[in-house]
């Protein structure tokens, strides 16, 4: 493999956007006034970029240089994007570094950075992140049934298909001892390991047809409880021979980000089968699955126009579908069903509003609102400073991905709240 030399990096004109977030290790507020120094990975000494945070934790959208975006639309020996290291400090917290994080030309990456207070001391500040699978050596997939027998006890515990608010990842291979465990939110997890195993840049039914496989996956480990019925307290590992590729602090992309959110309660079924399919993949180039997904092979027929329910059949065969689950844990109150918008009124508006207020104690910038259930020109205006915060279009209606959005962060500050009063 062949990495992109830095210097023509420089001299190419094309760039990948990146926005950093900083919050507290510690109760998970944005940290405001942070300094970040930006460098590439192999010229730690050579900062490029230097960015502060606002008052909602986040920098202003930062363009670096990355290799040609093409490099990501076909399998080759260059390293299609570039490694950035970032090393950020504030007031009151130990100073963190980050490693590796990859920018890709005309995609948005994210970075979140957890700073930990100099107080506490249960949090690593140094963050490695290691090659992306698709250009990286990774073992492959030890293969498995897609679906879990039912007569073998204890296998099938759950009598419906939930989507969990969080599971914990097995940093490592399953007997390895010395990995550590975390909680992590579902969707967060998903969209890292997204990341870390397809191009943020092939066409969108890709990114559908690679995520879905990857939800169904994941869900059938939840589903079948399939490590704690052999004796672990962890949900999935993060060893491809076993399970998906997840990095500890890795950045996410926001086209994958937006896919996840807007699929991110569905999974793949087969007639008949109550569990969500085990739905095995592999890369399709340097590992070949003729019975699997394979991802450069998804890319390819998304280029000839397959949407991405049709790159399934194409591959797990023709009794593939979408299905949807019947709960998704954490969600304190589900979408309405049509979006919400100036004009709009009754009890939806009413929750929004309440919940928006909740939000505000812990992000500033967003205003304080009537809690009258009329969604008026305030309300709206707060709609919009919330969909800037957490990278959402500015557009002041709530529709199915900001609902969802202002659900989990209000889960999230009314949790701080309660440790905190």
């Known amino acids: 493999m062949q990495k992109t030399d830095v210097r023509s990096m420089q001299q190419n004109a094309s760039k990948g956007g990146l926005r950093i977030s900083v919050e507290s290790s510690l109760r998970d507020v944005p940290v405001a006034d942070a300094r970040i120094e930006i ?13 502060l945070t606002d008052g909602n934790g986040q920098t202003e959208i930062v363009e670096l240089a990355a290799p040609p975006q093409e490099y990501s639309l076909s399998p080759g020996e260059v390293q299609p994007y570039s490694e950035y ?21 005309g995609q948005l990456s994210l970075q979140d950075i957890r700073l930990r207070p100099l107080e506490a001391q249960n949090v690593p500040d140094v963050v490695v992140i290691p090659a992306h699978t698709l250009y990286g050596t990774y073992p492959p997939k030890i293969a498995e049934a897609e679906v879990k027998p039912v007569n073998q006890t ?25 990995a550590g465990d975390y909680y992590v939110r579902y969707r967060d997890y998903i969209k890292n390991v997204a990341s ?22 994941t869900l059938n480990r939840v589903y079948t409880e399939w490590y704690r019925n052999k004796g ?10 076993f399970d998906h590729k997840w990095i500890y602090g890795r950045n996410i992309y926001e086209s994958i980000s937006e896919v996840v959110d807007d ?32 991802q450069w092979g998804s890319k390819s027929l998304a280029d000839r126009g397959y949407p991405a329910i049709e790159i399934l059949r194409y591959y797990y065969g023709d009794t593939i579908y979408i ?13 309405p069903g049509y979006n919400l918008r100036n004009g709009s009124a009754g009890d939806p508006v009413r929750q929004i509003q309440e919940q928006l207020n909740a939000i505000s104690n812990n992000y500033p910038l967003i205003p304080k609102i009537a809690v009258d259930g009329i969604f008026g020109p305030a309300t ?11 990278g959402l279009t500015s557009d002041g209606i709530v529709g199915r991905r900001t609902w969802n959005k202002i659900q989990e962060i209000y889960v999230g500050v009314t949790r701080i709240a309660e440790l905190y009063p």
Not at 85 to 105: D, K, L, N
Not at 196 to 217: D, G, Q, T
Not at 323 to 335: F, K, R
């Open 39 to 51: 460098s590439y990975s192999g010229e730690p000494d050579n900062t490029v970029a230097e960015l």
């Open 85 to 105: 290291t970032f090393r950020v400090s504030a007031e009151g917290f130990e100073t963190a570094t980050v490693s590796g994080s990859e920018i890709i030309s």
């Open 154 to 178: 204890g296998e099938i515990v759950l009598s419906r298909v939930v989507v969990p608010e969080f599971i914990i990842v097995h940093d490592g291979t399953p007997r390895d001892t010395t």
């Open 196 to 217: 870390s195993e397809i191009y943020p840049s092939w066409p969108r039914p890709a990114l559908e047809a690679n995520i879905l496989a990857i939800m169904s996956f």
């Open 232 to 241: 672990y307290n962890f949900t999935i590992t993060s060893s491809t021979a």
């Open 263 to 294: 699929l991110f309660d569905n999974y793949l079924s087969r007639p008949n089968v109550k569990q969500p399919i085990l739905t095995q993949y592999c890369d399709g180039n340097r590992v070949t699955c003729p019975t699997w997904l394979s």
């Open 323 to 335: 299905n949807t689950a019947e709960e998704v844990a954490g969600v304190p109150v589900s979408w």
């Open 380 to 390: 709206e205006n707060a709609v919009k400073v919330f969909q800037q915060v957490f």
